[in-house]
């Protein structure tokens, strides 16, 4: 068994300082609901073996800040492969995590992440910022999941619940 939590970055500012979607940084909104998640995870037991983040600034500091709330402590991969990532390069991405992991997050953007998760579950009705999904999925090994693995989602919160 293993387990996915899927987390969408927090609010994020409508334009960057050098105009560039990628360098939006987080509101105060975002770094609040980011750590909200982070201890959240903590007393859920969640707390990730591994992390991955889009590299893009709003996704790297959500993933620090639930780290840190977390008291996640290994290093963050970021990866500029889930920014703007469609749903099969993300099921890659998955696919690729290392076999001692149990519990991976993988931290980005819509569509893709909500685009996983429909493909892995069932259509969700929305999938705001900060929005996040523990799914346990019945498999031995990251790479064999696909999107006919038998999957529960066990959460799903985002900051309006």
């Not at 929305?126 to 346990?136: D, F, G, I, S, V």
Request: aromatic share 8%; net charge negative.
């Amino acid at each position: 068994m293993k387990t996915l939590i899927v987390l969408r970055h927090g609010q994020a500012e409508h334009h960057s300082t050098d105009g560039t979607d990628f360098d939006r940084a987080l509101t105060a909104r975002g770094l609040q609901d980011s750590t909200r998640v982070g201890c959240l995870l903590k007393a859920g037991n969640l707390v990730p073996d591994y992390i991955v983040s889009s590299s893009a600034k709003r996704a790297r500091m959500t993933a620090d800040r639930v780290a840190e709330a977390c008291d996640f402590s290994a290093r963050i991969d970021l990866t500029e492969e889930i920014y703007e990532a469609s749903v099969t390069r993300l099921f890659s991405l998955v696919q690729r995590i290392d076999e001692s992991v149990r519990v991976a997050l993988i931290a980005g953007h819509n569509p893709g992440l909500w685009g996983l998760v429909e493909t892995l579950f069932k259509p969700v009705t929305h999938y705001p910022t900060c929005a996040w999904t523990q799914l346990e999925i019945d498999v031995q090994h990251w790479g064999e999941i696909t999107s006919g693995s038998p999957v529960e989602l066990v959460t799903f919160w985002h900051p309006g619940l």
